[in-house]
């Protein structure tokens, strides 16, 4: 299980249980280690399988990259990049009791390159990047809430990417085809039951 689904807007945020599920990091310093994550209404669980070939495809990449984990839930790409020894990662997370549980799960790794911001995404968003533009940006909204083309859009301006940063896009396969700018360059693509993932490269140059 990856992340509890959650939305952007507290009007629709998931109502969670106190129960806890796991997380497992696959690979990296700490491989093998499971992390515990707050059980919510309307989980998507994403594959092991799928966060394996993600990972392979930013192997060159991911060794002393900025990450940015733009709809954190349990943290599973975030926590997985900084176990492949990423240099920071930011977590954006609206359920405040999640994002409690994901200082809790960097405080219990002893991580001090991962921090937690809490809030809607896309005011966060809207507020620009004042600080160094992130690398690698993963961005795997709820679905089915017309989250993918407000954020991409958003992402892309407000100095959130660095040029030629890696975005890792994961969607329902039914979208088809994203609105994705066009300097965004299509680099992989694959199909995993009812979900598509795919990672583009920020083609613009400032």
Known sequence: MKKPRHSASPQ?????????????????????RKLPVLNGQGLRPTTDRIKETLFNWLMPHIVGARCLDCFAGSGSLGFEALSR???????????????????QNLQHLN???GNVQQGNSLQLFSQGNSDTPYDIAFLDPPFQQGLLAPTIEALDNGN???????????????????????????????????????????????
């Open 12 to 32: 629709s945020a998931k109502h969670h249980s106190k129960n806890k599920g796991e997380v497992r990091i696959i690979a990296g310093i700490w491989r093998g």
């Open 160 to 206: 959130w990417l660095a040029d030629n940063a890696l975005i890792y896009i994961e969607s329902e396969k039914q979208l088809g085809i994203l609105p994705v700018p066009p300097h965004w360059q299509l680099l992989k693509e694959k199909i995993g039951g009812e979900v598509c993932f795919r990672l583009y490269r920020n083609g613009r140059s400032e």
């Open 85 to 103: 020894q990423a240099s920071a990662v930011q977590f954006f997370e609206l359920d405040k009791d999640i994002a409690k549980q994901l200082q």
């Open 111 to 113: 991580c001090h390159t």
